[in-house]
């Protein structure tokens, strides 16, 4: 069956880096566009990053472009998200998922999704 795992979250300082792993099972991420969203406590879940399964392209939220790096390893059929200069406001939970129909922005536009991983960045 279809699962995504995430790991790699933590806590860390405001101006440090991370990087988050979604591996995939079940499908074959080279076949699908691969979303990251984040969900802060009391807020709605939000798209970050999307990379395209066919050609890699890649599109990101304002609010990490330049900061943030997502990519895909297909041999190891897993998605990363690169998180550098990191803030207090990019504090949340972090979900990859697998994109089926619609605005690749769009959560409703996914179909499965991961249990997530947490990450706080303190001031």
């Known amino acids: 069956q279809v699962q995504l795992v995430e790991s790699g979250g933590g806590l860390v300082q405001a101006g440090d880096s991370l990087r988050l792993s979604c591996a995939a099972s079940?499908?074959?991420?080279?076949?699908?566009?691969m979303g990251w969203f984040r969900q802060a406590p009391g807020k709605e879940r939000d798209f970050v990053a999307v990379?395209?399964?066919?050609?890699?392209?890649?599109y990101y939220a304002d609010s990490v472009k330049g900061r943030f790096a997502i990519s895909s390893d297909h041999a190891k059929n897993t998605v990363y998200l690169q998180m550098n200069s990191l803030r207090p406001e990019d504090t949340a939970v972090y979900y990859c998922?697998?994109?089926?129909?619609?605005?690749?922005?769009?959560?409703?536009?996914?179909?499965?999704w991961g249990q997530g991983t947490q990450v706080t960045v303190s001031s």
């Open positions: 998922a697998r994109h089926r129909e619609g605005i690749l922005s769009a959560a409703r536009a996914y179909d499965y």
């Open positions: 990379i395209t399964g066919s050609d890699k392209s890649t």
């Open positions: 079940g499908f074959t991420v080279s076949w699908y566009s």
